[in-house]
Each structure stands twice: as structure tokens, then as C-alpha cells.
């Protein structure tokens, strides 16, 4: 039984089970979810429909300004709206997930999400999953996770994942993983990498149930 109000981080690279992993522990916890990369995915969206440039800095900044990105839950789970409208169901192309990887390495969009993030955070009792959870955005959360797989791993899920709404090869996908890994990973601005004090967790050879069972005891050990 947790007695205090924890603010728990999960990062890592995509395809490492971050999402379920995240799900489940705050599931288990009664903590709210949230997942940060559909606010990157989000703004991709956004970009994307309106036309924006997303090379350019100003035109970036006049569409953080005017966006209204935010969550809703509700029966089918976390729902991403943007203003009025539920965009959840299409920000998981593939497009929008390079889209998603090259908008974040841009000043402003980061700035924008930093806030909003901050924002749904200060209530603690939350699992926010992302890629700066523990570095940048909360660096004093309560307890770091960093959930990891090797790259043959994580395309392989992420391949499974897709394959009925998408016809990429194992090996395109396993290729655009690790371009994005590469631009997340090798950006200046709050690149993925696990925070000094984050516990880094190796997903390769164990079940989500057992993944989220050794964070439990490293969050009772805290709580
Ligand atoms: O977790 P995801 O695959 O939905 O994230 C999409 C992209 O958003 C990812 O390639 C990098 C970016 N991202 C980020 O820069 N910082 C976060 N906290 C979450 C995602």
C-alpha cells in the first residue's frame, strides 16, 4: 500500500513496452496515465494538417500559440484532444512518428509541451511516460524508470503492433526505429538518455507483468 502521493517517470526508446508497462503500473497504482509522446504526436498532427513548416521556427511558435493540446479520460481510455476534437486515433501512422521525432528536437515545441506537461503533473499521482521525464521535465519526480530493449527487440513489437494497419517490413521498420532512435537520442535538446538516479530496467527477457512487478517494489520501497 503506497502512503504518499508519488510523481513516477518511465523513459526509454520506442518499442521498449513503455506504453503497456506504463498502463499497467498506473492501472495497479490508481495513478492517472499519461503519455507525453502523443502530445509530440499531437503537435506533428497539427503541423501536418495545417501546413505548417516544420523546419521553420517561426512558423512552429505561431502554432504553439494557437494550439489547444490536452487529455481527456474516458471510457476508451486517454483520449488526445486538440481544441474540440479527439485526434487520438490519428497520430500512430508512421509518418506522424517521424513527423513527431523531428518537430521535438525543435526549441519551441519543447517549450510549449514543457508547460502542458508541468502542468498535468503538479497533482502527482501520475505515471508520465515519455523520453525527458526524468531529465528534464520533472527531475525531482519521486522514482526514475528506464525501460530499455535491444533494437532487434523493439522493432519486432513495434512490427506486430503495426502489422495490421500497415504494410512495412520488419526491416523498414526496424530501420525508421533506429532513425528515430538516432535523432532522439543525438539531439541537443533534452536528448533520451536515463537521468543520473533513474533505474534502468532490461526489457528483452522479461514479461510486462514482471517488468511492472520490479518497479512495484522499487515504488513501495519508496512510498
Ligand atoms: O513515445 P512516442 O513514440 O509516441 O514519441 C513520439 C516522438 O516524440 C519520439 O520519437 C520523440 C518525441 N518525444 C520526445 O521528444 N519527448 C517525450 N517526452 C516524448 C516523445
Known amino acids: ?96 512518428s517521424m513527423l513527431a521525432s523531428s518537430v521535438s528536437a525543435i526549441a519551441v515545441v519543447r517549450e510549449y509541451l514543457l508547460d502542458v506537461q508541468r502542468d498535468i503533473g503538479h497533482r502527482k499521482e501520475a505515471v508520465f511516460e515519455g523520453r525527458d521525464m526524468g531529465t528534464v521535465v520533472f527531475p525531482a519526480a519521486d522514482v526514475k524508470f528506464f525501460l530499455n530493449a535491444s533494437l532487434t527487440t523493439r522493432a519486432l513489437r513495434r512490427y506486430e503492433e503495426l502489422k495490421s494497419e500497415s504494410d512495412q517490413s520488419l526491416d523498414t521498420v526496424e530501420k525508421d526505429m533506429q532513425r528515430r532512435d538516432t535523432n532522439d537520442s543525438t539531439r541537443s535538446l533534452a536528448p533520451l538518455k536515463p537521468a543520473d538516479d533513474a533505474i534502468v530496467i532490461d526489457s528483452n527477457d522479461l514479461s510486462v507483468q514482471e517488468v511492472v512487478d520490479r518497479m512495484l517494489s522499487y515504488i513501495f520501497a519508496k512510498g
Open 1 to 96: 500500500m503506497i502512503m504518499k502521493k508519488l510523481l513516477i517517470t518511465i523513459d526509454g526508446p520506442a518499442g521498449a513496452g513503455k506504453t503497456t508497462v506504463s498502463r499497467t503500473l498506473a492501472d495497479r497504482l490508481g495513478y492517472r496515465y499519461i503519455d507525453t509522446g502523443a502530445l509530440y504526436r499531437g503537435v506533428a498532427y497539427e503541423v501536418k494538417s495545417q501546413g505548417v513548416n516544420p523546419k521553420s521556427e517561426t512558423e512552429l511558435a505561431d502554432l504553439c500559440r494557437r494550439l489547444q493540446l490536452g487529455f481527456k479520460t474516458e471510457a476508451k481510455g486517454l483520449r488526445l484532444y486538440s481544441g474540440e476534437t479527439d485526434i487520438s486515433d490519428r497520430i500512430r501512422t508512421p509518418e506522424i
